[in-house]
Antibody, heavy 120, light 107 residues
């Protein structure tokens, strides 16, 4: 069974940093691209970032480019999102999602999300 | 960046109705489009990929069509569990984007 479990969310002050992790199981992690998608409370889905199976192809939404960094550790079956210079508008549930292929494609599986709240 | 516009944003319908949701892309994306269903408090669930391919385990009352810039998601006969929010997503290139969502509610 494919499982994606996000961790590292919480309350953080504006301007500070936070790192999210996504621990996975049930599939061959290093065969697939992975993504982060966020959803502000009561709002729609926003793709944040994606990374190919070998980290060669990485993309970011314009809203986070230069502030967020996606990475993966294939030996630990884990995905990360380092978020810096956080803003109140970054407040959202952050979902980790498994791609259907090694580079970007549709998102087959999703975690249950981690809430990040940016507030003083 | 490619923009996706869904219509309508809100839809009220009854059990048994046939409903169609449209997603328009700001440029040609071939068939690089997926549809997701999301229920309150839950993660999204993949319904359709490659514009018209039904994801394994998704009921056959869901169908997708289209290519280029115009796409549709159709539910042939609504069931109570189908009342949710639906999103389209393009996968043509980075950055990936989602439509703004269509909230389907019971009339």
């Amino acid at each position: 069974e494919v499982q994606l479990v996000e961790s590292g969310g919480g309350l953080v002050q504006p301007g500070r940093s936070l790192r999210l992790s996504c621990t996975t199981s049930g599939f061959t992690f290093d065969d697939y691209a992975m993504h982060w998608v966020r959803q502000a409370p009561g709002k729609g889905l926003e793709w944040v970032s994606g990374i190919s199976w070998n980290s060669d192809n990485i993309g970011y939404a314009d809203s986070v480019k230069g502030r967020f960094t996606i990475s993966r550790d294939n030996a630990r079956n884990s995905l990360f999102l380092h978020m810096s210079t956080l803003r109140p508008e970054d407040t959202a549930f952050y979902y980790c999602a498994k791609d259907a292929h090694g580079d970007y494609s549709h998102f087959e599986y999703w975690g249950q999300g981690a809430l990040v709240t940016v507030s003083s | 960046d490619i923009q996706l516009t869904q219509s309508p944003s809100f839809l009220s319908a009854s059990v048994g109705d046939r409903v169609t949701i449209t997603c328009r892309a700001s440029q040609d994306i071939s068939t690089y489009l997926a549809w997701y269903q999301q229920k309150p408090g839950k993660a999204p669930n993949l319904l359709i990929f490659a514009a018209s391919t039904l994801q394994s385990g998704v009921p056959s009352r869901f169908s997708g069509s289209g290519s280029g810039t115009e796409f549709t998601l159709t539910i042939s006969s609504l069931r109570p569990e189908d009342f949710a929010t639906y999103y389209c997503q393009h996968l043509n290139s980075y950055p990936i984007t989602f439509g703004q969502g269509t909230r389907l509610e019971i009339k």
